[in-house]
Structure formats: structure tokens, C-alpha cells
């Protein structure tokens, strides 16, 4: 009698299962068009399914900082980290939100230690990681590092968090370290879930105050499960510096735009302004997209030595609080017309935040409608310019007129617009 009644227990939490399995559609499975950019009861609980299990009280807004890997690749040493920590703060962008100061790959000793812990290169950071944080906490910054969910990180040049995953945290708390960046190489066939879920835990009981980014490249959907194991996910393989690479990249996380939120956001890869291999038009659309989709923004270029356009861009305080809103809600591609595009995504005050992105390689006139960007066809607003940094009223913007917004944009490059009802 008790064997039958836990079946049939059994039975009815299986089909409750199935049922908020089969309600959590993945994007791009229907129609192809994500919820309204006003948000709705779906995509509220959406979200709000997505971010049960993983509460650290990190990531509120998505994270910004740098990152040594886009530009330094394994040629990182502590000078380096101690250098860009005094350049975020003597640039000014440490106060408008740059703060993680994160070492990527080949910090370590290629073996561990004779009790198994991890050791930092003595060439490279002969004064320990410990004293590394403690000069970046001392300037108001914070400190990442790097691991992999396998026997050895990508450049084969040091060890793995594989099996070894509560000590390492564990010896990151004692260093002071407040970001993992934690990659998918030398798995040794083992499940991906299986690998990072070992490593939620273990951040969990040893590592809470840590953000915990996750980097699987996208290899099996991580927005549909990542937001209960970690602050961020990739969704995407790496970026490179040129058109081709961050255009797929902006393509890839878009569909996955209803997964983010507050707590944990989709990862198109760091940011590659002012690393050479594009044009300051392409530059400025990567930061602007980047932004609008809530994406993290971690410079990757040598900012002791960076240009003035580079600093200029990433530097954007208006494109900046478009990432750093607080409704927390991913902008994605609302029109699309043979690459005139328009991305939007709501603010709060009913606001949108709107980017007219031209991705073909001639001057084209783009066009929002206020029924795509989720305003009344009716409404009135007051457009503000994030690039020009100017402000009017719709009807006088130029290119503008009832219910819809219209400029003339150079090849690859963008207009951003915050939209405000009155």
C-alpha cells in the first residue's frame, strides 16, 4: 500500500515536471520573436524561474571591469594587473563602474603544490596572488582569476579546477580573490553539467562572495540552466577583434535575451575596443550592442596606453547606465531588413533604449516604429542622443515624426537613442 501510494507520488511530480519543462520554451523553437520588450507574465516568470537556486547577491547589474586575456593572451605578469589597476582608477573608469580586474589564463605553476593547492607562477607573480589583491582592493577595485572545468585550462600551461574544485575555492577565498572566470578545456569526457555543477557547489559553501562566471562557450544552451549555478554564462565561442566575429557574437546571445536578469546575464564574450582590428564605427556599435543587451563590459584592451577614441567609447557614461539599469531586462533585435537592424530593450520609467545598427558596408537610412521598440503608436517623446549626447522632442529630432524615429547611419556603424514618454 505505501510501495503504490509513493508511485503515485512519484508519477505526479514527474508530470508537474514535464509540465514546467514544456512551458520553459527556448527561444527561437516557435516564431522566433522573444517577449514583448514591455515585459509580461511569461517572460517575468521566465526569469524569475531561471534564478531560484543561485542568490549570492553578486551581479545586480552586469559586471564591468577588465580583463587580460583579448589583449595579453599568456603574456600577463602582476606588473601588468598592478598597472591597470592604477589606469582604471588615474582614467576615471574605475568610478564609472570598471572594477574587476580580472587575470585570464597562465597565472599558475604548471603543477601543484606537494598538498595539492595551486601556485602562482614565480616569474610572473613572484609576490603571490594574495599581495596582488590586496593592491587592487587597496585602489577600491576587485580581482579575478581564472580557472577550467577540466584537468588543465586551455593553454595546457597550468592545472585545472577538475576534482579539485572545493580546495581551489577555498584557496581563493584565502587569497582575497572576488571573480572566477571558470573555462571548458580538457574535460576529460566528462558532462558539462557534471563539471560546473561540482563547482556551483563548491562556490556555494566556500566561495559566496565570489562571482561566479561560467564559460562553456554556449556548447549546450547554459541560459536554460546556468542561472541556477553561477553569475554569468557564455553563450557564444570566443570573440576576436574583427566585424565578422562580434557581429556573430551579438547574433548568437540575442535569442537568449529572456534568460537574463538581475543575478545572473548572458556572456557574448569581453569587449575588444581599441585593440586595432576594427574601425572606431564598429567599435562604437560593439560597445553600444554589448550594452543595450546587458551584456558584461570588460574592456580587453591595454587601457595604460589606450587611445583617446578608445576612451571615449568605453568611457560613454549615458551608454554605460543603458547596461547598468536597473529593470534589468536584455535589449535585443526588435527589426531586421537585409542588415538595417534596430535593438531595443526597455528602462525603467518606461523608457526604451534604442540602437539603429547598419551592418551593411554603405550609408543606409534606418527606421524604428514605436510598435516594435514597445511604444503606444500615439506616444510623444523626448529623444535623447547617447552618442551625440543631445536631447529633443520626437517630432523635432531629425529624421523623426509621429510613432517612429529615422536616421541616416554610416557603414557599421550606429545612433543610440534613449526614447522617454512625456
Given at each position: 500500500m505505501a510501495r503504490a501510494s509513493s508511485s503515485s507520488l512519484l508519477l505526479l511530480l514527474l508530470a508537474v515536471a514535464a509540465t514546467a519543462v514544456a512551458g520553459a520554451r527556448v527561444p527561437g523553437s516557435g516564431s522566433g520573436r522573444g517577449p514583448p520588450l514591455d515585459g509580461n507574465a511569461t517572460s517575468v516568470e521566465l526569469r524569475a524561474r531561471r534564478r531560484r537556486a543561485f542568490e549570492n547577491g553578486l551581479g545586480r547589474t552586469p559586471q564591468m571591469g577588465w580583463n587580460s586575456w583579448n589583449h595579453f593572451y599568456c603574456g600577463v605578469n602582476e606588473n601588468i594587473i598592478r598597472e591597470t589597476a592604477d589606469a582604471l582608477v588615474n582614467t576615471g573608469l574605475a568610478k564609472l563602474g570598471y572594477q574587476y580586474v580580472n587575470i585570464d589564463d597562465c597565472w599558475a605553476e604548471l603543477n601543484r603544490d606537494y598538498q595539492g593547492n595551486m601556485v602562482?607562477?614565480?616569474?610572473t607573480f613572484p609576490s603571490g596572488i594574495k599581495a596582488l589583491a590586496d593592491y587592487v582592493h587597496?585602489?577600491?577595485?576587485?580581482?579575478?582569476?581564472?580557472?577550467?572545468?577540466?584537468?588543465q585550462t586551455c593553454s595546457n600551461r597550468m592545472p585545472g579546477s577538475l576534482d579539485h574544485e572545493e580546495q581551489d575555492v577555498k584557496t581563493f577565498t584565502s587569497w582575497g580573490v572576488d571573480y572566477l572566470k571558470y573555462d571548458n578545456c580538457n574535460d576529460a569526457g566528462r558532462s558539462i553539467k557534471e563539471r560546473y555543477t561540482k563547482m556551483s557547489n563548491?562556490?556555494?559553501?566556500?566561495?559566496?562572495?565570489?562571482?561566479?562566471?561560467?564559460?562553456?562557450?554556449?556548447?549546450?544552451?547554459?541560459?536554460?540552466?546556468?542561472?541556477?549555478?553561477?553569475n554569468s554564462w557564455r553563450t557564444t565561442g570566443d570573440i576576436a577583434d574583427n566585424w565578422g566575429r562580434m557581429t556573430s557574437r551579438a547574433d548568437q546571445n540575442d535569442k537568449w535575451a529572456a534568460y537574463a536578469g538581475p543575478g545572473g546575464w548572458n556572456d557574448p564574450d569581453m569587449l575588444e575596443v581599441?585593440?586595432?582590428?576594427?574601425t572606431e564605427a564598429?567599435?562604437?556599435?560593439?560597445?553600444?550592442?554589448?550594452a543595450l543587451a546587458k551584456a558584461p563590459l570588460l574592456i580587453g584592451c591595454d587601457v595604460r596606453s589606450m587611445s583617446q577614441v578608445t576612451k571615449d567609447i568605453i568611457s560613454n557614461s549615458e551608454v554605460i547606465a543603458v547596461n547598468q539599469g536597473n529593470l534589468g531586462v536584455q535589449?535585443?533585435?526588435?527589426?531586421?531588413?537585409?542588415?538595417?537592424?534596430?535593438w531595443a530593450g526597455p528602462l525603467s520609467g518606461n523608457r526604451k533604449a534604442v540602437v539603429l545598427w547598419n551592418r551593411q558596408g554603405?550609408?543606409?537610412?534606418?527606421?524604428?516604429?514605436?510598435?516594435?521598440?514597445?511604444?503606444?503608436?500615439?506616444?510623444?517623446?523626448?529623444?535623447?542622443?547617447?552618442w551625440a549626447r543631445s536631447s529633443s522632442s520626437a517630432g523635432q529630432a531629425p529624421g523623426s515624426s509621429?510613432?517612429?524615429?529615422s536616421a541616416s547611419v554610416a557603414p557599421h556603424d550606429c545612433k543610440m537613442y534613449i526614447l522617454t514618454p512625456k
Open positions: 602562482p607562477n614565480k616569474q587597496a585602489k577600491g577595485l576587485k580581482l579575478g582569476i581564472y580557472s577550467d572545468a577540466g584537468t563548491a562556490m556555494k559553501k566556500y566561495g559566496k562572495n565570489i562571482f561566479f562566471s561560467l564559460c562553456e562557450w554556449g556548447n549546450e544552451n547554459p541560459a536554460t540552466w546556468a542561472g541556477g549555478m553561477g581599441g585593440n586595432g582590428g576594427m564598429e567599435y562604437r556599435s560593439h560597445f553600444s550592442i554589448w535589449g535585443k533585435k526588435v527589426q531586421s531588413d537585409n542588415g538595417l537592424e534596430v554603405y550609408q543606409a537610412t534606418i527606421t524604428a516604429y514605436w510598435s516594435s521598440v514597445g511604444l503606444p503608436a500615439s506616444a510623444t517623446v523626448t529623444v535623447r542622443d547617447l509621429e510613432g517612429q524615429i
